[in-house]
């Protein structure tokens, strides 16, 4: 015969009345501190209205981006020097684009510095220098209006892009005039440098240059 446990030392040991009169009132209490708690935290709080891109921050980080059109000689961004200009001159002769696909293909700005441009200028250049590069890469010029000369419309106008060689270390992008003509006022030029063939892309903006239409335009001193 099996042996029984008396039931009072059963209940001595499962169920102490002191144990379970504060279960109890632990049970009872709970409840109310959970809520409190809840109704504490954070999670509940209306989230406020998600506020609109402030586009302002865009026209700082390209302002930030400006390159120095006075002092262009020296480098900037990934270039060796960069500078607005009227035309080109090549020092060799070439095939393809001008002043292109030489055995050492060189390009030299004409009126360098030039920022200032009549309404019928159907072409002019950004010309370059830069140091070698480590795989075939793509310089890309995108240009856009600015309508209060501040802030630029985000429509594209026109675009160029080339593509440069590893032995390739100058070059020339080609701002041409739109069909509908050139608006009278400031424009600004973002200058992308890419893997070839890519599309637009802000993350890869490296500056950006400024020029104007206007009646009666002024060459800078020192140009020819």
């Known amino acids: 015969m099996k042996?029984?446990?008396p039931?009072?030392?059963?209940?001595?040991?499962?169920?102490?009345?002191?144990?379970?009169?504060?279960s109890l009132i632990v049970g009872l209490l709970m409840p109310n501190w959970f809520?409190?708690?809840?109704r504490s935290q954070d999670s509940f709080e209306p989230k406020p209205a998600i506020q609109q891109q402030d586009n302002s921050k865009g026209e700082d980080k390209l302002s930030a981006l400006a390159l120095d059109q006075k002092n262009w000689r020296i480098p900037q961004s990934s270039f060796m020097w960069i500078v607005m200009a009227s035309g080109i001159q090549t020092p060799w002769e070439?095939?393809?684009?001008?002043?292109w696909?030489?055995?050492?293909?060189?390009?030299?700005?004409?009126?360098?510095?030039?920022?200032?441009?009549?309404p019928d200028t159907e072409l002019f250049y950004l010309?370059?220098?830069v140091s070698a590069l480590d795989a075939p890469s793509q310089y890309r010029a995108a240009w856009y209006y600015m309508p209060d000369g501040k802030r630029?419309?985000?429509t594209l106008i026109g675009t160029d892009a080339l593509m440069l060689?590893?032995?390739?270390?100058?070059?020339?992008?080609?701002?041409?005039?739109?069909?509908?003509?050139w608006k009278k006022g400031r424009y600004i030029i973002k200058l992308f440098f890419e893997s070839p063939g890519q599309e637009l892309d802000e993350a890869q903006v490296v500056g950006t240059m400024k020029f104007a239409i206007t009646d009666t335009p002024t060459i800078p001193p020192g140009t020819s």
């Open 127 to 129: 010309v370059f220098e």
């Open 35 to 38: 809520l409190e708690e809840v």
């Open 3 to 5: 042996r029984r446990i």
């Open 152 to 154: 630029y419309d985000k």
């Open 101 to 118: 696909m030489t055995d050492d293909a060189y390009v030299e700005p004409v009126n360098p510095g030039v920022s200032e441009f009549s």
């Open 94 to 99: 070439s095939f393809g684009r001008q002043g």
């Open 165 to 181: 060689e590893m032995n390739e270390k100058a070059g020339y992008l080609e701002i041409f005039r739109p069909e509908s003509g």
């Open 7 to 22: 039931s009072t030392y059963t209940m001595k040991r499962v169920a102490n009345p002191w144990f379970v009169r504060v």
